[in-house]
Nanobody
């Protein structure tokens, strides 16, 4: 079992920055792929940024490219999402997720955090 706990959400004005962190505990070997997903009110959950352990290649949804940066620290068992130039449309609940194997681009993911709210005001 893998336990994921997000932190760092909050409210910010458009153009501001936030940094989300996800603490990973438990069977950390089962986190070959990790990522951030988000769900806005009335919308389906979407992939935001994904990363594979030991891989320099990362996936970003087009709407966040150039603004968000995903990173993981395997020694500290953390996953971060640096969010810059935030826009009101980035408002959502952000979830940390992990899966043990397979393509990182493919869902479903095996483990999920409870989510952290990000609100961007105009």
């Amino acid at each position: 079992q893998v336990h994921l706990e997000e932190s760092g959400g909050g409210s910010v004005q458009a153009g501001g920055s936030l940094r989300l962190s996800c603490a990973v505990s438990g069977h950390t070997y089962a986190t070959n792929c990790m990522g951030w997903f988000r769900q806005a009110p009335g919308k389906e959950r979407e992939r935001v940024a994904l990363i594979r352990i030991g891989d320099i290649n990362k996936f970003y949804v087009d709407s966040v490219k150039g603004r968000f940066t995903i990173s993981r620290d395997n020694a500290k068992n953390t996953l971060d999402l640096q969010m810059n130039s935030l826009k009101p449309e980035d408002t959502a609940i952000y979830y940390c997720a992990a899966k043990a194997s397979g393509s990182c681009l493919a869902t479903p993911y095996d483990y999920w955090g409870h989510g952290t709210q990000v609100t961007v005001s105009s």
